[in-house]
């Protein structure tokens, strides 16, 4: 599992993603992921990279597709750390997985995560298939520091990364 945070996102972050997502697959593995702006789309667009079948990437997002990257656009509005470039790029790059490999593309029923934290849902579907957890984090996001914990629970591996 990748998963990271919308805090500002640096070169070298990017570059770390992308290496620990070569790392994995050149190992033999897949990589479970969302679908948010930054670590997420740094991990899908190196996998579709090197694996452009999509076999083995797994994205699961909080809703339908239409209303997640309209959810993204909105987040334009909101956070400094989002870009329309990123946002694009996020939309095409699950667009592409969906089509190229849609039993790989988890869109979980709104209905059923409307009522709760849909971050949380999704996250816990991720740990879920997961084996391990690749973590970019920095010290002021608490949603990394949940994931660890419930990671930990698991009994998975943990790699902390890049805390730039």
Known sequence: MFTGSEEPETRQR????????????????????????????????????FDPSGSRIKVILPTKLRSYIAWCRDRLNHSRHITPEIVDGLAAALLDLKVLNPK???ELDESQTIRVNKENITRQKELELAEEVFAFKTNRNNHIHDVIRHARRKG?????LAQH
Do not use: C, K, M, Q
């Open 14 to 49: 990017e570059l770390d993603v992308r290496a620990a997502v070569r790392w994995v697959l050149l190992h033999g593995a897949g990589i479970v992921t969302g679908g948010s702006p930054g670590v997420d789309y740094y991990a899908i667009t190196e996998a579709l990279r």
């Open 104 to 106: 790989n593309f988890v």
């Open 156 to 160: 998975l591996r943990i790699e902390l």
